[in-house]
C-alpha cells in the first residue's frame, strides 16, 4: 500500500548529486516537495526538472525545499543537470537523490515489489516512478499525484495545489475547484456560520453546506 494522507513518510539514506542526506533531517521544519523521475536524460524529465529549476523563487518565497529523485548515479545526476540547465535558462540547485537500486523508490512504494533494473533499462523499466509528494514539517504526506509516462506534469498545478496545502493546513477552511491565492475560500462545515463570521467577517452562504469567505491572508 502507499502513502496515505497524513502518514509520516519512512526515513532514508540516501546519496544524492550534493552529497548523502537523512530525508528527515532533510525535510527539518519545511513543507517539501519530492519529485520523483524515471531515469536521466529523458525528454519529459529533462522539461520538468527544467520547470522546478525556473520556479526557484517560487520555492523559496514560500520557504519549501525541492528535491527531486531519478533511478540513476548521483554521477549521472551532476551530468544531467548541464542539459536542465541548458533548457531551462536556471539553474537546478535543488539535490538530486540517486535511487539506482531502487531502494527508496520502493520504500516510498513507487514500484511493484518486484521491480528490478535490467541490462541497458529505457526509462520503461521503472516507468512508475513519477510521482510529487507534498510533505509537511511534520514529516506527514499532505498530497500525491501520480503521472503516467507520457504526460508531463503541470507545475503551475503543483504551484497551486501546493499554496492550498499550505493556506488550509490546520484551519477551518477548504478550498474550492479551480482556487488560486487571493480568491474566496470554503468555510469548514465543522465550524457554525455565526463562529465563521465572528473568526472571517463577512460569510456568503451559497447552500448550508457551502459557505464562502475572503480569503484569510
Known amino acids: 500500500m502507499g502513502l496515505r494522507i497524513n502518514e509520516t513518510v519512512p526515513n532514508f539514506h540516501a546519496k544524492t548529486d550534493q552529497g548523502e542526506i537523512d530525508f528527515h533531517d532533510f525535510i527539518g521544519d519545511s513543507y517539501t516537495i519530492l519529485f520523483s523521475h524515471p531515469k536521466d536524460f529523458t525528454p519529459v524529465c529533462t522539461t520538468e526538472f527544467g520547470a522546478v529549476a525556473q520556479l526557484a523563487d517560487e520555492w523559496e518565497k514560500r520557504g519549501v525545499k525541492v528535491i527531486g529523485l ?19 535558462g536556471a539553474k537546478a540547485n535543488f539535490p538530486i537523490i540517486a535511487d539506482d537500486d531502487l531502494a527508496v523508490s520502493k520504500a516510498l512504494d513507487m514500484l511493484p ?9 529505457t526509462a520503461a523499466d521503472s516507468a512508475s516512478v513519477r510521482v510529487v509528494f507534498i510533505f509537511g514539517p511534520d514529516k506527514k504526506l499532505r498530497l500525491s499525484m501520480t503521472y503516467p509516462m507520457s504526460v508531463g506534469r503541470n507545475f503551475a498545478e503543483v504551484l497551486r495545489a501546493l499554496d492550498g496545502v499550505m493556506k488550509t493546513d490546520g484551519a477551518p477552511i477548504a478550498t474550492p475547484a479551480n482556487w488560486v491565492p487571493g480568491e474566496d475560500v470554503i468555510v469548514a462545515t465543522s465550524l457554525s456560520t455565526e463562529h465563521a463570521k465572528a473568526k472571517f467577517g463577512a460569510v456568503k452562504e451559497v447552500f448550508p453546506y457551502l459557505r464562502t469567505t475572503a480569503d484569510p491572508g
Open 70 to 88: 531519478s533511478v540513476d548515479t548521483a554521477e549521472e545526476h551532476v551530468e544531467w543537470k548541464k542539459d536542465i540547465e541548458k533548457f531551462a
Open 113 to 121: 515489489a518486484e521491480a528490478y533494473l535490467p541490462d541497458g533499462r
